[in-house]
């Protein structure tokens, strides 16, 4: 589960600022110039540019529902759809919280200038709080198949399958920021904000696995073992995620 979250986490990541952030840029005849785990350097940073990040973490999140879907429910690679899903999802709807209340970050950069201030913000506020609880329920249901086990037992092996994912990804991420070319102050508004902020339904989503209207027992829950693949992999892209990409690539 560990090796399965720092690939989950990093490719996220990747999808935000490369795909996202640097799509936008390139889309809209921006110059990409920097690449990091935690920041996008576009020569014409515009609305659709600050945008993409969330925009794509969305759209990646809907992807790999539909990737999840049509895989057997019992494998270790299901479990990292779902997982890449409930991440992408989290770390998009959350940004519009994150925005909305601390002012800073892609969102507030999206509405600097709009006014009435306090009403955009309220907006964001509002919309990220009732999309991140839509996005944690939905990630939930999604989980059913996977969990083996009645009553405490099913709870406990939720929480398994959602906590040490969300530890390990925090700190992976958390880990290549303190490399960003930029300064510290990105580690705990974007490394930390994202991981441990963003996807924090993780750490208390599996609480809710006492409501009734998530009451279910897959007959093939998942069973993950270590998978030397795995963690070969997790090794290579952590490698990359905090080695090259922790530093930034200048790309222009």
Known sequence: MIAIAVVAYAIADVVHEALGHGGACVLTGGQPRVLSTVHFECSADNQIVLAGGTIANLIAGGVAWAIGRSATRSTAGAYFWWLFMTVNLLQGAGYFLFSGVANIGDWAGFINGLEPVWAWRAALTVIGAVLYTACVWFALRELIPFIDGRG?????????????????????????????????????????AASFGGTSGLAWMWQFLRNPQLAGVSPHAAVITRSRPWIISAVIVAAIFVGLLGRGVRLG
């Not at 040490?164 to 990804?169: E, I, N």
């Open 152 to 192: 405490d037992e099913r709870v406990k092996y939720g929480r398994r399958l959602t906590v040490v994912p969300y530890v390990a990804g925090g700190i992976v991420s958390c880990l290549a920021g303190l490399f960003n070319p930029v300064g510290m102050l990105l580690v705990g508004i974007s490394a930390a």
